[in-house]
C-alpha cells in the first residue's frame, strides 16, 4: 500500500529554518509528482508545492516563494520542503502526497499522516 511519512517538523523561531522530508513507499515512486500542502488551526487544507516525477518542475503559491523549496532524491524515495525565513504565519501541519500535477497547481491524491510546524517565539 501507499505509505508517506512525514519527518522533520517542530517548534522554530521566525526567521528561522527547517527541512521536512517525506519518505514514500508501497508505490513506483519516480513516476510520482509529490506535493507539500498544510493546515492551520481553524483553516482548510491548502497546497504549498508540488514536484514533478523528474525533479525539474516545481509549483509553489505566492505565500511561499522565495522562502520555501521543494526537492527530491528519486534514489531515496524521499521528497524534501526547505523552509527558510518561517513566518507565524506557516504554523500548520505540514502533509505530503501523491499528487496530480494541472499546470500550476498539485491536488494530493493519497497523504501522508502529517507533521507539525510550529513557528513562535
Known amino acids: 500500500q501507499v505509505q508517506l511519512v512525514e519527518s522533520g517538523g517542530g517548534l522554530v523561531q521566525p526567521g528561522g529554518s527547517l527541512r521536512l522530508s517525506c519518505a514514500a513507499s508501497?508505490?513506483?515512486?519516480?513516476?510520482?509528482?509529490i506535493g507539500w500542502f498544510r493546515q492551520a488551526p481553524g483553516k482548510e487544507r491548502e497546497e504549498v508545492s508540488c514536484?514533478?516525477?523528474?525533479?525539474?518542475?516545481?509549483y509553489y503559491i505566492d505565500a511561499v516563494k522565495g522562502r520555501f523549496t521543494i526537492s527530491r532524491d528519486n534514489a531515496k524515495n524521499t521528497v524534501y520542503l526547505q523552509m527558510n525565513s518561517l513566518k507565524p504565519e506557516d504554523t500548520a501541519v505540514y502533509y505530503c502526497?501523491?499528487?496530480?500535477?494541472?499546470?500550476?497547481?498539485?491536488?494530493?491524491?493519497?497523504w501522508g499522516k502529517g507533521t507539525l510546524v510550529t513557528v513562535s517565539s
Open positions: 502526497a501523491t499528487a496530480q500535477f494541472f499546470s500550476t497547481r498539485c491536488n494530493g491524491v493519497d
Open positions: 508501497g508505490f513506483t515512486f519516480q513516476y510520482y509528482t
Open positions: 514536484i514533478r516525477s523528474s525533479g525539474s518542475s516545481t
